[in-house]
């Protein structure tokens, strides 16, 4: 079983400066917590993107609009990997939220879990068993009321006890 922590739109250091680090406490305790952590993108700065990557055993990100040539550099537009026997992809954008699912099973069709960012909005569903998932944003919260993050466990190919965290 592998634990994963799904994060994106940190914007640090415009939005994760008042944390401690760039994010907050209980998403670093998550970080610490988790085999692998997925960044969805909009970081900012590279030098959250070092931190994480110091702190986390796995690292699986990509970059967004608002990330510069430092962090483009260093990370792919999409990323893919397999762990525990799900094909994972990670992206920034996947337009509105009209037309999504059609679009991301378009644009990812050997994926079984597709993780996005960019609207600071978490989502969640699930579309001819690609399950796409946007974890909100732990330091922006735009228009939802609350700061959030997500956390979910993989095995043998199932994704399983997806929970949507608010600070």
């Not at 406490?25 to 969805?40: E, K, L, S």
């Not at 690609?130 to 956390?151: A, F, K, Q, V």
């Amino acid at each position: 079983m592998t634990a994963l922590l799904l994060i994106s739109d940190t914007h640090h250091p415009s939005r994760g400066a008042a944390h401690s680090g760039g994010l907050p406490g209980p998403v670093w305790d998550a970080v610490d917590a988790a085999d692998v952590v997925v960044h969805a993108g909009d970081w900012c700065s590279v030098e959250l993107l070092d931190r994480v990557a110091g702190r986390a055993a796995r690292l699986l990100a990509c970059w967004g609009n608002n990330d510069g040539d430092d962090v483009r550099a260093r990370l792919p537009e999409t990323a893919r990997e397999r762990i525990d026997g799900v094909r994972v992809a990670v992206t920034h954008e996947t337009g509105p939220k009209q037309g999504r699912e059609r679009r991301a099973l378009a644009a990812h069709p050997d994926t079984d879990l597709l993780v996005f960012g960019h609207s600071h909005i978490p989502w969640d569903s699930v579309a001819d068993g690609l399950r796409l998932l946007n974890p909100g944003s732990p330091t922006d919260r735009r228009r939802m009321p609350t700061h959030t993050w997500m956390t979910l466990t993989l095995h043998d190919g199932r994704i399983d006890d997806v929970v949507l965290h608010h600070l």
